[in-house]
């Protein structure tokens, strides 16, 4: 074990961290979390919606196209607000213009969502005049959506990079000394704002190649595999997540640049799915990014609530006392004082428990999905509240969710007590030789 260990530390480690650290990724990391604002406000309206008291859906209904509008305007176009966030961090990472980069990636992301001038075939199918649509004034908000988001992060790369590029090679407009700075950086990202205009407008109206749609379809299989209804894609992501933080890493800054954009995928199809009255146990998506945390994620990574409990009975000291700081942040899902305080980290006893009690949890959480006994993530809402009353919120209020919750709390907690008490013994060896 102890040799897995120091493999695992000095071979791997390094490669994750160099990964999650890579300027590219964090930028996509960054610029779709910016967008979380959004989309916790959509997920209020998502409940009006869909009310689960019939009496007040009722009273609801007439109201329904205007309670729609915020969902629309938050989630409905996720990846045009993701364009900027990208944008923005990745050129705050060269040192450009943050507020010009974005605004050139969003015009170049407009661009490549505009129905070309050849596709007149889908007019009849709207109630838009021809002239309209082939002028390109036409733009299907659904096309700014997360169907659109892998899209939107390869555009707003490449527009950045192109930015990046004519800065360096001096290729932009100088201004004289003394005009203001807003002013000098107009005219700087003049060229590469022309250069990204003819370049997405000749890829996607005179080409007629789709990005948007092009990169959704090749990388759907994977969304599918990871955060759609895969028992063993669901595994693999857990079981990532927990790998990393053993070796120390934040796990979902490693994982998040590569599945975030498919757990915004998922939660927002879920979303859109239920505001049109599917019913809660019939979602496209399993495994998002709610599933995981408030049936799996319960006190934190590794599900360490149950280790908090467990240490608040220890008859160490130490693990007392640590019981103690940790329960509180431990019941709003924060565990970086049990992971690095116990230490979770690099620690053989506790590595099995950390990792094998999240796998069964999420096949429980699965199995119950899958039964009907509790209905799919219809919304979202931040990691701080508490994991019951989470899980019945994102199941629009369904109170087996939170039943759940306290079940996969009671497995967690059976799985974590061997180990504890080995960990325990080893504490206790420890305190009494240093006493």
Known sequence: ??????????????????????????????????????????????????????????????????????????????????????????????????????????????????????????????????????????????????????????????????????????????????????????FVALFPAGACLILFWVIRHMLGFDINATLSNLLMPLQGFLAGNSLLGGLVTVFLICFFWILGIHGPAIMGPVIRPFWESSIAENMDAFSNHVAATDMPNIFTEMFLQWFVWIGGAGATLALVCLFLTSKSVYLKELGKIGFLPGLFNINEPIIFGAPIVMNPTLTIPFILSPLVMTVIAYLATITHIIPMTVSRTVFTVPSPIGAMMVTNWHIMAGILVVINFLVSLVIYYPFFKVFEKEQLASEGAES
């Open 1 to 186: 074990m102890n040799g897995l260990i120091t493999f695992l530390e000095q071979k791997v480690s390094p490669i994750a961290a160099k990964i999650g650290g890579q300027r590219h990724m964090l930028a996509v990391r960054k610029g779709i979390i910016s967008t979380l604002p959004l989309t916790l406000v959509g997920s209020f309206f998502v409940i009006f919606l869909n009310f689960p008291i019939p009496a007040v859906a009722e009273k609801l209904t007439p109201y329904l196209p205007i309670l729609d509008i915020p969902y629309r305007f938050t989630v409905g176009i996720l990846a045009l607000y993701a364009t900027f966030g990208i944008a923005s961090s990745l050129a705050q990472s060269y040192k450009l213009d943050q507020l010009t980069a974005g605004i050139i990636a969003v015009m170049s992301f407009i661009v490549t969502s505009i129905k070309p001038v050849r596709l007149f075939e889908e007019v009849a199918k709207t109630n838009l005049q021809t002239e309209v649509v082939a002028a390109g004034r036409y733009l299907n908000i659904a096309n700014l959506g997360v169907q659109s988001l892998f899209g939107a992060i390869v555009t707003a790369i490449i527009s950045v990079e192109i930015y990046r590029f004519m800065k360096v090679k001096n290729i932009t407009i100088k201004m004289p000394e003394g005009v203001p700075p807003e002013v000098a950086n107009s």
